[in-house]
């Protein structure tokens, strides 16, 4: 029984560190876009 509580833990912990890993991705590339985008204004207004 201790090993499936471990187990079932683990699922758990693993499940969220992927999500919150596939988080960061995303708005790491949401900030990157925006500095994309504020560069090209800078750029082009100039």
Same mark, same amino acid.
């Given at each position: 029984m201790k090993e =499936?509580?471990?187990f079932v833990?683990?699922?758990v912990v693993g499940g969220l560190l992927v999500q919150k890993?596939? &988080?960061v991705e995303a708005l790491e590339? &949401? =900030?990157?876009?925006e500095r994309a985008r504020s560069t090209s204004? +800078? +750029?082009g207004a100039s």
């Open positions: =499936l509580t471990c833990i683990g699922l890993s596939k &988080e590339k &949401e =900030l990157n876009r204004k +800078v +750029v």
